[in-house]
């Protein structure tokens, strides 16, 4: 039973990963990376595609609708960065990926969905998964044939999120279907979906009996999650909460990260919603919270963590 790190988008990044590692991740996922972008060779979009040693085992997720940029893709991956394994976003539910035929918008067309996934697989000789949701509205669920297909074009397990795409991530996760595709399919199955706790895993676990999981929104500004899990479903032990020091510590070492790697300008942008979730339950940290999300650079965001202790 593997605990991942599901891929997001503005959270995944090569620091998060990191960090995820170090308190227990199996498995960490990249942000999902234009397929497009990466033959153009965009070098922001290239950029993306650095991996540590240390955050091994990780997979590069890629986007797009065109099966030969999937392949020439992944192939190119491959050969710059020697992931783990591929993984192919056939989930995101955002407007502006699916407006261009891609992510959960693939989950209307099963054909194409297959041949982007058959093509990755011939191209790379590393494991390719996938990550996919219960169809593209509640008319239209069709998870078990998009399963289906992903086994017959030879992916090594499929991550599933229960939702539609209609929900985007609104209302229950549906585990119910993550426990009939198990029942189904012959693949490994990652379940995702509105796991927050150790108590949220195990009981994914027992209603679906999937052979993984995947955290994604719990795991924001919460890297301890892993950890926690692990300890749980081995032992059941509840491992005590972070303390508001360790909080505030890993927040600052999380900012340091993301300026080796990013740059202040940038990292400062892209950090104000990692902080906001550090402090997310942290009494008399709302005003804190405010001002972090109009901070200017790093010595303004450090002097404002350093307020709360």
Not at 61 to 70: I, K, S, W
Request: one cysteine or more; glycine letters at 6%.
């Amino acid at each position: 039973m593997g605990v991942f790190l599901a891929p997001m988008a503005g959270v995944t990044d090569l620091p998060y990963r990191l960090l995820a590692r170090k308190y227990g991740a199996d498995l960490v996922v990249s942000e999902m990376i234009s397929a497009q972008a990466i033959v153009y060779r965009n070098q922001r979009t290239l950029n993306m595609l650095a991996i540590h040693e240390e955050e091994r085992p990780c997979a590069i997720q890629l986007f797009g609708h065109d099966p030969e940029v999937m392949a020439a893709a992944a192939a190119l991956v491959f050969e710059q960065v020697q992931p783990d394994m591929i993984d192919l976003n056939f989930g995101c539910p955002t407007p502006k990926v699916v407006k261009n035929g891609d992510g959960a918008a693939l989950l209307r067309d099963p054909d194409r969905l297959s041949r982007i996934a058959a093509a990755v697989v011939r191209a790379v000789p590393i494991p390719v998964t996938a990550k996919i949701r219960l169809g593209w509205d509640e008319r239209s669920i069709n998870c078990l044939e998009v399963v289906r297909r992903l086994e017959d074009a030879g992916v090594h397990w499929i991550t599933v999120h229960a939702r539609t795409r209609e929900q985007f991530y609104s209302g229950k996760a549906r585990w119910e279907y993550i426990a009939a595709i198990k029942a189904n399919s012959r693949l490994p199955i990652v379940g995702n979906g509105d796991i927050y706790t150790p108590a949220d895993a195990r009981e994914m676990i027992t209603q679906t009996s999937c052979d993984h999981i995947a955290i994604g929104r719990g795991a924001q500004g919460n890297p301890w999650i892993f950890q926690q899990v692990k300890a749980y479903l081995a032992a059941g032990e509840l491992l005590p909460p972070p303390s508001l020091e360790e909080r505030i510590g890993v927040a600052l070492r999380h900012l340091e990260m993301k300026i080796e790697a990013d740059g202040e300008e940038r990292a400062v942008r892209e950090m104000r919603p990692h902080l906001a979730w550090y402090l997310k339950g942290v009494p008399f940290s709302s005003a804190i919270r405010r001002e972090l999300n109009t901070a200017e650079n790093r010595q303004e965001m450090e002097r404002l963590l350093k307020e709360l202790l």
